[in-house]
C-alpha cells in the first residue's frame, strides 16, 4: 500500500486561501502559521494607519487573528479570507479607540461625496528612483513618509493606506470601507494632493541645509585656497 507524502512547512506556502483556511478548520497549526504570514503586512498597516502606534497596531492584529481562528467555523467564504479577516482587524483597532477616547465612527466613511474628479491623481510617492544613493537614505524617507500619512485626516488615511500602501483595488477599498467606487476615487484624490503639499513644503524647509559646507571642511578649504595663492604670490 503506499503511503501519502508528510507535508513540510514549506508547502503550505504554495497553498491557495481556501486549502488554508480549509486546513486551519481542522486545527492545522502549519495552515493558521500560513495564513499568519500571508496577511500580517497589510493587517499591521491597515491597523497602524487607524491606531497611529506600532505597538497598538501590534496588539490589534493579534486580537484580530485570535477572535478569527476562534470563529472560523463561522467563515461562511462569502468573501475572502483575508476581507474577513481585515473586517474583523477594523473593529478590533476602532473598539480600541473607542475605549481610549472621542474617535471618528466607521460610519463617517459613508457618508461619501460625489465630487468631481479633476486634476492628476497619481501618487506623489511613486516611481521613486531605485539607485544605490536612494536606498542609503530609505530607512530615514520611510519615516518621514510614515508621519505625512499619519498627518491626513482619518477619512482619507485609511483609504490611501488601503490603496495605494497595500494595493488594494478600488471595488476592494470600497467594499471594506462600505463606501461607493467615486467615494473612494475622490478620498484618495484629497489624500494624494494633501501627501504632495505636505512633502512638498516639508521639502522646501529643508533646503537650506542641503549639502553644508561649513565647519572644518569650510575652514579647510580656505586654508586651502590661501596656501595655493601664497605659493603663486611667492613664484
Known amino acids: 500500500m503506499r503511503s501519502e507524502p508528510v507535508p513540510i512547512r514549506n508547502s503550505y506556502e504554495a497553498l491557495s486561501e481556501a486549502e488554508l483556511v480549509t486546513l486551519a478548520r481542522g486545527g492545522n497549526n502549519d495552515a493558521v502559521r500560513a495564513l499568519v504570514r500571508r496577511n500580517n503586512q497589510q493587517l499591521f498597516r491597515i491597523a497602524r494607519g487607524i491606531l497611529h502606534n506600532d505597538a497598538e497596531a501590534?496588539?490589534?492584529?493579534?486580537?484580530?487573528?485570535?477572535?478569527?481562528?476562534?470563529?472560523?467555523?463561522?467563515?461562511?467564504?462569502?468573501?475572502?479570507?483575508?476581507?474577513?479577516?481585515?473586517?474583523?482587524?477594523?473593529?478590533?483597532?476602532?473598539?480600541?479607540?473607542?475605549?481610549?477616547?472621542?474617535?471618528?465612527?466607521?460610519?463617517?466613511y459613508r457618508e461619501g461625496t460625489r465630487n468631481t474628479l479633476d486634476g492628476d491623481l497619481s501618487d506623489p510617492m511613486a516611481h521613486y528612483p531605485q539607485n544605490p544613493e536612494s536606498e542609503l537614505g530609505r530607512a530615514e524617507v520611510r519615516k518621514f513618509l510614515e508621519k505625512a500619512i499619519d498627518a491626513l485626516p482619518e477619512p482619507f488615511r485609511l483609504t490611501y493606506i488601503m490603496r495605494d500602501v497595500q494595493e488594494m483595488t478600488t471595488r476592494e477599498v470600497a467594499h471594506l470601507l462600505g463606501i461607493n467606487i467615486v467615494t473612494v476615487k475622490t478620498r484618495l484624490f484629497r489624500a494624494r494632493r494633501l501627501l504632495r503639499t505636505e512633502l512638498s513644503r516639508s521639502v522646501a524647509d529643508e533646503f537650506s541645509a542641503i549639502f553644508p559646507f561649513d565647519g572644518a571642511r569650510c575652514a579647510g578649504m580656505a586654508d586651502r585656497v590661501t596656501r595655493t595663492l601664497a605659493g603663486q604670490r611667492d613664484g
Do not use: H
Open 58 to 108: 501590534e496588539d490589534a492584529v493579534q486580537a484580530a487573528y485570535v477572535t478569527a481562528f476562534t470563529k472560523l467555523a463561522g467563515f461562511r467564504g462569502e468573501a475572502a479570507f483575508s476581507t474577513w479577516l481585515t473586517r474583523i482587524l477594523m473593529n478590533e483597532a476602532y473598539g480600541r479607540l473607542r475605549r481610549q477616547g472621542p474617535v471618528v465612527d466607521l460610519a463617517e
